[in-house]
């Protein structure tokens, strides 16, 4: 059974920055392309980032270009996605999840307990 686990979230100020985890296991982690998604309450599950299978290319919502960086290391079954100049509305629990990118991202319906990230203004 595909096992996705998220850490690294907390409280920080706007403007501070985070790193988040995802570790990943049971399954071929190299063949997929990965995701991070957040949600807040009341608001839909949005895409934040996404990355091929090898890392070579990425994608990011409009509202985070040019703060976070989602990266993968296929050698411990971990993606990454690091939050800079963080912004009150980033708040929301963010989830990692696994698919495929063929010109855009496509979720598969597998995801990990969350990590609450919560930016104080």
């Known amino acids: 059974q595909v096992q996705l686990v998220e850490s690294g979230g907390g409280l920080v100020q706007a403007g501070g920055s985070l790193r988040l985890s995802c570790a990943a296991s049971?399954?071929?982690?190299?063949?997929?392309?990965m995701a991070w998604y957040r949600q807040s309450p009341g608001k839909q599950r949005e895409l934040v980032a996404a990355?091929?299978?090898?890392?070579?290319?990425?994608d990011y919502a409009d509202s985070v270009k040019g703060r976070f960086t989602i990266s993968r290391d296929n050698a411990k079954n971990t993606v990454y996605l690091q939050m800079n100049s963080l912004k009150p509305e980033d708040t929301a629990v963010y989830y990692c999840?696994?698919?495929?990118?063929?010109?855009?991202?496509?979720?598969?319906?597998?995801w990990g307990q969350g990590t609450q990230v919560t930016v104080s203004s």
């Open positions: 999840n696994l698919g495929r990118y063929s010109g855009s991202y496509y979720p598969y319906d597998y």
């Open positions: 049971r399954f071929i982690f190299s063949r997929y392309a």
């Open positions: 990355i091929t299978s090898g890392g070579g290319n990425t």
